[in-house]
Nanobody, 115 residues
Framework: QVQLVESGGDLVQAGGSLRLSCAASGNIFSVRDMGWYRQAPGKQRELVAIITSGGRKNYADSVKGRFTISRDNAKNTVYLQMNSLKPEDTAAYYC?????????WGQGTQVTVSS
């Protein structure tokens, strides 16, 4: 089992920045890729950014150049730095840990961007 706890969500004005954190615990040695997903009301959950165990990163087109995912293996924590936030970034953001057998989810943290 892997447990994930997100933090850092908040209400911010358009153009502002936030940093989300996701602390992993439990059977972390089974974790390969880690990612951030988001889900806005009435919409499907979508991938925002993912980082592999080797440090390779991929981003959704909508956040490229504004968001940065990073990983501190010593702290078992993954971060999402979000800059130049837009109202359309408003969503519940979920951390995910990919293992060979399944995907683990955190409880989510709310990001609200006001115009």
């Amino acid at each position: 089992q892997v447990q994930l706890v997100e933090s850092g969500g908040d209400l911010v004005q358009a153009g502002g920045s936030l940093r989300l954190s996701c602390a992993a615990s439990g059977n972390i040695f089974s974790v390969r890729d880690m990612g951030w997903y988001r889900q806005a009301p009435g919409k499907q959950r979508e991938l925002v950014a993912i980082i592999t165990s080797g440090g390779r990163k991929n981003y959704a087109d909508s956040v490229k150049g504004r968001f940065t995912i990073s990983r501190d293996n010593a702290k078992n924590t993954v971060y999402l730095q979000m800059n130049s936030l837009k109202p359309e970034d408003t969503a519940a953001y979920y951390c995910a840990a990919h293992t060979l057998s399944r995907l683990y989810w955190g409880q989510g943290t709310q990001v609200t961007v006001s115009s």
